[in-house]
């Protein structure tokens, strides 16, 4: 069965943890019933191009995706965020006032749909520079009449891309090292006069800010939700919340 109601989508239930299901197996059902083809895509992106894990081959007519790492060829479920976790990450932050959340590699914008439900009223704006990720999620977004969220096809790498201003960004692993150093480079210029907060995940995001990053968390720290990291440009998570 698959969801159609604009008001059942804002509910908070739909995703929180069970501890009966394993969060990727949760984010599997609810994709299917939130009416996602994502399976479908990602078949037809990996016919199209060559998959992450191989290596290069000038002689075979696939290739990989240029400019950026898109992860064509990995699970849809590693290649998103779990919603139980997404959901606990933007939860910490409920009593903070969250005007706009921006992801970097939005895929297929699940952290807007999660946001929608603790932050109704905030805008999501997710880049993605695959076109067929963003029309399914522009797609869905517009089922369920999400006027407040949209997925931009935009590489982020490009040379005029500026992030907007907003109260939360999310980087998970968009793509190589130097190329989330774009990104953070950008954001470590804001740290001083803006505040927000960081979410990441994955290893790579993770390395920076541990080695070469130290300024997103020498002064407040950062809090760990499984998966999640959360940053803060002015507050110090630790004490002031929960
Ligand atoms: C690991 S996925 C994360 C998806 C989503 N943020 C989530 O957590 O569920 C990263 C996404 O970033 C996109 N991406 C990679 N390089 C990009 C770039 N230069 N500009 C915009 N999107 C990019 C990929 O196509 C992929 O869909």
């Known amino acids: ?3 159609t109601s604009p008001e059942m989508i804002k509910s908070t ?11 990727q197996v949760h984010a599997k059902q ?5 009416g996602f083809r994502i399976p479908k895509i990602e078949v037809k992106l990996l016919q199209k191009y060559r998959a992450y894990y191989q290596p290069n081959d000038i002689s075979n007519k696939k290739q990989h995706f240029k400019g950026t790492q898109t992860w064509i060829g990995l699970h849809p479920q ?4 779990p919603y139980n976790d997404l959901y606990e990450a933007l939860l910490y932050l409920k009593e903070y006032n969250i005007e706009t959340v921006v992801d970097i590699g939005a895929g297929y914008g699940r952290v807007g749909l999660v946001m929608n439900s603790i932050f109704p009223t905030s805008k999501f704006i ?4 695959i076109r067929k990720r963003m029309e399914e999620a522009n797609r869905i977004f517009n089922v369920f009449n999400l006027q407040n969220c949209s997925v931009l096809q935009k590489n ?9 201003n907003a109260q939360i960004y999310f980087i998970y692993d968009f793509s190589e090292m130097d190329d989330i150093c774009k990104i953070l480079d950008q954001l470590s210029q804001r740290l001083m006069q803006e505040n927000f907060f960081l979410i990441t995940k994955g290893t790579r995001v993770d390395y920076l800010l541990a080695h070469k990053y130290k300024e997103f968390w020498l002064a407040n720290s950062f809090i760990q939700l499984d998966e999640l990291k959360i940053y ?4 110090d998570l630790k004490k002031h919340v929960k």
Do not use: C, W
């Open 232 to 235: 803060s440009s002015q507050v």
């Open 126 to 129: 997710g880049y993605e520079i």
């Open 78 to 81: 590693a290649l998103q965020t």
């Open 30 to 34: 609810l994709d299917k019933k939130l």
């Open 13 to 23: 239930k739909l995703y929180q943890r069970n501890s009966d299901l394993h969060p």
């Open 156 to 164: 982020v790498l490009a040379e005029d891309f500026i992030i907007p």
């Open 1 to 3: 069965m698959t969801l």
